[in-house]
């Protein structure tokens, strides 16, 4: 299936694609080439998005962020995102993923798959 990025002249087809936001951290895995990197940026500075931190040809992002974005805090039973704990922002050892409403946390490594 063609994918039209917004910040891409060019069409790309992909077979997966990947999306999370818990509406402080937002993560995709999209095809792209080394060449658009400096068009994507520019599409996120003008969406107020500074200081991105990128990875490219990190094909397991795409099980890691559809995972992250399906994952529900089975402590309360929210049908909520939960949020994304980086373990160099917040001094853990591992991702996490909380639950905003009771606080619960999960590893990540155990939610993803491989």
Do not use: I, N
């Not at 940026?41 to 992250?68: H, I």
């Not at 591992?94 to 946390?105: F, H, I, K, R, Y």
């Amino acid at each position: 299936m063609p994918v039209v990025l917004p910040w891409s002249p060019t069409q790309h087809w992909v077979a997966h694609t990947a999306f999370f936001c818990d509406g402080v951290t937002l993560a995709m895995y999209v095809p792209t080439s080394p060449a658009e990197v400096p068009l994507l940026e520019a599409w996120l500075a003008e969406r107020g998005v500074t200081g991105a931190r990128m990875r490219l040809c990190e094909y397991s992002d795409a099980t890691k962020f559809a995972s992250m974005a399906s994952a529900r805090c089975s402590a309360c039973q929210r049908d909520e995102t939960l949020r994304y704990l980086a373990p160099d922002r917040f001094g853990l050892d591992d991702e996490q993923l909380c639950c905003t409403t009771c606080g619960a946390m999960f590893s990540l490594s155990a939610l993803s798959p491989g």
